[in-house]
C-alpha cells in the first residue's frame, strides 16, 4: 500500500472495486494473449532456424563455386559478366496480422517474365563453374525471401512477448495485490467507524435511560 | 515498389547481381553505416549484408530490430564466419522465453 493515498471512503471503495475487477480482466486477456503469440513464435522460431542453417549452407556452396569460377578465368572476365544484370527485381510488401504484431510479407516481381533468364554473359568465356553459381543463387532466392519475412516476425514477436510479459507481471504482482489491499484496508476503516457509531448510540441511549429512570425517581420521591 | 540489396565485399556479393539485387560493394562504399541508412530510408526491404561487414555495422543494424522494415540479412560470406545469422535467433528466443532453450536442438 506504500505510495498509494486515498480517503476510506465508500465512494473510494466502490472505485477501488470496479479498477479491480478491470485489472484482472486484463490480467487475463494478456496473460492469453503471451501464450498464444508464445505458441507461434515457437513455431516459427524453429522453421526459421532450420531454414537459416540449410540457406548458411547453400550459400557457402554458391561462395565455393564462385571461388573456383574466378580461380579459372580473369577477375575483369566474370566482372563484366556480370556487370549489366538481365534480371531485376523488386517486392511488393504486404502487412500480416499475428496477435497484434504486424509483421511484413514479401512477394517478389521480376521484371523479365522468365526467371530462368538470369546469365547476362555469353558463354564462351565463361566457365560452368559460374553458371553453377549463378543458378544456385537464383535457386535460393526464394527461401532468402521467406527467411527475411520469418526472422522479422521472430524479432517482432520476441519483443513483443517481452512486452506482454511485464505487462502481465506488473498487473499481478504489483497492481493487483495493490488494490486489494486498499480494498481490505477501507473495508477494515469503514467497518471500524461502523462499530465506534454504534458503541457511540448504545452510549448516548444508556445515558439517556439513565436520565430518565432519575428524572422519574425524582419525581417520583417529591 | 520496393527493392532487395546486397551488401559486403565484391567476392561475397557479386553473385547476386544476376537475380536482379542491387550491390554496394566495399570498394563503392566510403562510408558503409552511412549507406546502410540511406537504403533503409529507400524503399529497399530486404538487406543483404555479409557477416564480416554485418560486424563492424552492429550498433547501426540494431536500430532497425524492432522496426518493420527494412529487414537486415546476415549472410555468410566468402571470408569469416562468425555465427551472426543463428546469434540473433538464439537472442530472439532468449528474449521471449527467458533463456535458449533450442540451443542444441
Known sequence: MAGMTFNPTRMELTKLKKRLVTARRGHKLLKDKRDELMRQFMEAISENKRLRIALENKIRSANRH??????MVR???IATSLLFPKQSMSLTVEEKNIMSVRVPQ??????????GDIYSYGFAFTNAELDDTIQSISDIMPDI??????????????SEIE???????????????????????????????????????????DMMIEKAIND???RDES | MYKIAAMGDRDSISGF????????TLDQMPNPSETLHNLAANQ???????EALAMTLKDDIAKYKERQLPVILPIPGVSGDYGIGMKAISDAVERAVGSDILKDT
Not at chain 1, 66 to 71: I, K, W
Not at chain 1, 145 to 158: G, N, T, Y
Request: charged letters at 30%.
Open chain 1, 106 to 115: 514479401f512477394t517478389a516481381q521480376f521484371r523479365s517474365s522468365d526467371p
Open chain 1, 66 to 71: 564462385m571461388s573456383l569460377a574466378r580461380s
Open chain 1, 216 to 218: 422519574r425517581r425524582k
Open chain 1, 163 to 205: 512486452k506482454t510479459r511485464r505487462r502481465v507481471n506488473a498487473l499481478e504482482h504489483v497492481m493487483i495485490p495493490r488494490y486489494q489491499d486498499a480494498i481490505r484496508f477501507i473495508t477494515m476503516k469503514l467497518d471500524e467507524s461502523e462499530r465506534s457509531a454504534i458503541t457511540r448510540l448504545m452510549k448516548v441511549k
Open chain 2, 17 to 24: 547481381a544476376s537475380i536482379g539485387l542491387e550491390l554496394f
Open chain 1, 75 to 77: 577477375d575483369e572476365i
Open chain 2, 44 to 50: 529497399y526491404a530486404i538487406i543483404l549484408i555479409t
Open chain 1, 145 to 158: 525471401i521467406r527467411l527475411a519475412e520469418l526472422e522479422k516476425s521472430c524479432q517482432l514477436m520476441a
